[in-house]
């Protein structure tokens, strides 16, 4: 009988990694249609072994030394500190995604500047742009330090004999898909080429510990080459995201083996790179002479910090069988949970109507604290009749009405409070053990009806 054959061709979902055997129309891992593609095995696995290294025998734990946290390198710039955990740690592989476009190789760029004016050896590799153009794009944010090292390379072969002969302090690859590692012919950008390459810049730069960000662009979608796999590989992976028609970006921390998770850094786009925003919630409340019906502004968490975002609603007679509920950065499908509990609660017959909902500045909000704002605008809209301009609103709402305590209530109205609110309007439970600023008034409701007479929707 001859020998069977081992398996040489296998299938890779190009979204989510999986790999499987045989082809299937729908990758059955992540759920995506016609994702898997074929290609011949060939990772060489022997260079991937001695990422780590250490001792071959177990140690205990307590004798083992910790890297001193003075080690890491703050960028001094708050909100890039923050994202960061406090700085950049040696040897820390940071992934940066966002969509083409966004301001992932301005932010690196400054990053990079900033870094060597410090008088640091940075290298800045990029396969996307001309040093040229790299030049002309430093000069647009500032002048160009001596200390910053530029290639333009897409060879992982080369870039590794460059870091390891000039021992930059800092290193940026700009962007992993255009990257192509030494033994692989799958083309750059695949999921297979991303996954090694950032497997060999990840061995040099923790035997080198040199804190590390590479790029990764992110489809409309969502989803970067190879995205999961990638997130596994390293120790940090940032978001920079934000609407193009709108000047502000957000990075946010999505995984962080230093630091927490969660964290948002708010930036500012201008003609001369990205600029801080300290104080956000500006930004994402509404600047009205006189109240507006259908606006309601929410303390909000993005992390462990506290914006205040401006709610709005417009409710406008419908002449569709479906009537429409459209949304912008909240979920439609939380919205419209949300008419029917004011339907059947308040008894307002929203099904005649239809509804728009934005959320000021463009932001995405996830969180159920938004609700009562949310139905607070709507009902506002249809009553026309505003809310007062200094009463603020958060809380959970149940299908059955009910309003249910969130998370970190003093730090919502904490930011209220320094923003000019005077009053709130929030869920009962647990609101009795707050500690509350002066000047605020609490409106503590146990329901969504108790929540909209104090605001002067219902009438009392
Ligand atoms: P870029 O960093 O090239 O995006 P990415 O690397 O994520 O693809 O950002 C490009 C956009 O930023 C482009 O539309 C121009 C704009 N921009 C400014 O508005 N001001 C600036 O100072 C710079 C450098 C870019
Ligand atoms: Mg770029």
Redesign the pocket.
Known sequence: MPKKTKHKTEYLCSSCGHVSLRWFGKCPSCGKWDSLEEQVHETPAAHRSAILTGPDNPVQLSTVDTESSESRIPLEVEELDRVLGGGLVPGGLVLLG?E????????LLQILMRLSRRGMKVLYVSGEESLSQIRM?AE??GTCPEGLWSMCECSLEKIQATVKELKPGFLAV?SIQTMSAPGISSAPGSVVQVRESTAIIMQVVKTMAIPTVI?GHVTKDGAIAGPRVLEHLVDTVLY?EGDRSHSFRLLRTVKNRYGPSFEIGVFE?????LRQVTNPSRLFMGDHSNPVAGAVTVPCLEGTRPIMVEIQALVTPSNMAMPRRTTTGIDSNRLAMLSAVAQRQLGIHLQEYDIFVNVAGGLKIAEPAADLGIIAAVVSSVQEQPVPETMAMFGEISLTGELRAVGRSELRLREASRLGFSSCVLPKSGSSALNVPEGMELHSSPDIVHAMRCAGLLGV
């Open positions: 966002g083409p476009g966004i301001g992932k190789s301005t932010l794009r647009r944010l700009d790029v920079f786009m201008t003609g001369k790179g």
